[in-house]
């Protein structure tokens, strides 16, 4: 296999540790619109950042099991107290094993920056720990090809709407068109929920 990117040449403390909740307390109103969270016992947060749609559950649903996987350390140290003991470092392109599978899996902002070659392991990591429901974006943007939108071209595989599905349907999940709808719809006129979401969020189902 190809020798993997270094990505922690292409990424700074400075600009990624989130601190504007805003759009994660939008996310969070859009599960609460989608999901029963009372029935929801289970959540993991794959590429996770510092937390903030993890500390949104645990504000607001503290029944539910929490697990974050994160690649950086420093987004761990910089996670409030109340969740840091719930995200492990990992990189998602090295095979996770998990005993444990969660009834939510919530993988946003994450796919996009997997090296190619690895996109397979990726997507079986999120099948390790996804016991029902994976909800997951992936932007078309950025790469080599677009450094216009992506300076430090963090992007390393940018894939349509259509490619994503073609994957995740080789790894056994089942587009829930439904659900799909009722999360994007709950986004739409929620000025603080990251458009970028919206154009490629999909809720899935292990088939």
Known sequence: MK????????????????????????????????????????????????????????????????????YFQWQKDAADKSIKEDIVVHDLRDEFVSNKKYDIVNCTETGEHIDPEYADTFIENLKVVCGKYLIISWSDTGGINDIKHDEHVQHLNPL????????????????????????????IGNNDFNFWWRKSLGVWEIN
């Open 3 to 70: 020798e993997r990117i270094n990505i922690d040449e292409r990424y700074f403390k400075e600009d990624e540790i989130r601190t504007n909740t805003k759009p994660y307390e939008a996310y969070y109103s859009c599960l609460n619109s989608t999901f029963n969270l009372s029935e929801i016992k289970s959540f993991c947060d794959a590429g996770c950042a510092n937390g903030p749609l993890m500390y949104e559950l645990k504000k607001n649903n503290n029944n539910i099991e929490l697990l974050g996987i994160e």
């Open 160 to 187: 349509t709407n259509n490619q994503v599905d073609e994957l995740l349907i080789k790894h056994g999940f089942k587009k829930n068109n439904e659900l799909t709808t009722k999360f994007i719809n709950s986004s």
